[in-house]
């Protein structure tokens, strides 16, 4: 489910490019990066359940080669599918099962649950004054932060992130995904092949 987590971190980052220069963030505007944290994990959980909805995913990402007869089509197809992986999202109803697990996590000082979304760190972050970060490397923090945010209010916390995920869900950009997904892409095979031959060198320089 990897493309619908560059999605939503795509979509995220368009909607501080879109804020105005100078202007002050509004409340909802500081919580976003919160709540498109927990949106990752509710998209997580819903993927572990739905394994039709990870192979959806992959159908979506897939990128056209060179002997592809009909990319166009193709392409009309994967957009097809990714609409639907988004109205599958937004009609997913997972908020309370995200909570417990982030609780119990955030219960036992325990980053293990969410290691998983480390690679989201790869994708560029535009930097905007005042812009919230999220190290995906260490996500304790802004989980207990979003922890103490329901608990406060949990009816207007849940109607806020029920906002924000049916925007997501109604204007994320596929060609954005698409665009991001190929950097990543061109950033994995270049460390394979670094760490390729550096291996072949260390083993002839021990073989010689």
Request: with cysteine; glycine share 4%; net charge neutral.
């Amino acid at each position: 489910e990897g493309f619908v987590h560059i999605a939503l971190h795509c979509w995220l980052e368009e909607q501080e490019l879109v804020r105005s220069p100078g202007s002050v963030q509004s409340k909802l505007e500081e919580q976003a990066p919160l709540f498109a944290l927990l949106l990752h994990v509710a998209i997580r959980l819903l993927s572990d359940n739905d394994p039709t909805l990870r192979k959806a995913c992959m159908v979506a990402a897939k990128l056209p080669s060179s002997e592809t007869s009909h990319p166009s089509s193709l392409q009309n197809s994967q957009r097809s599918t990714f609409a639907e992986i988004l109205n599958r999202i937004g009609r997913s109803n997972n908020l309370k099962e995200a909570l417990r697990l982030i609780e119990l996590a955030v219960k036992e000082r325990n980053e293990e649950p969410f290691q998983w979304m480390s690679w989201l760190r790869h994708l560029p972050q535009q930097q905007h004054d005042g812009c919230r970060r999220i190290d995906f490397c260490d996500v304790l923090g802004p989980l207990e932060e979003l922890l103490d945010m329901f608990s406060s209010d949990r009816e207007r916390a849940s109607a806020d992130f029920a906002d924000f995920k049916s925007r997501f869900c109604s204007r994320a950009v596929y060609d954005d995904a698409c665009r991001e997904f190929e950097a990543l892409l061109v950033l994995y095979r270049t460390a394979r092949t670094r760490y390729a031959k550096g291996m072949l060198a260390l083993h002839g320089k021990h073989g010689g």
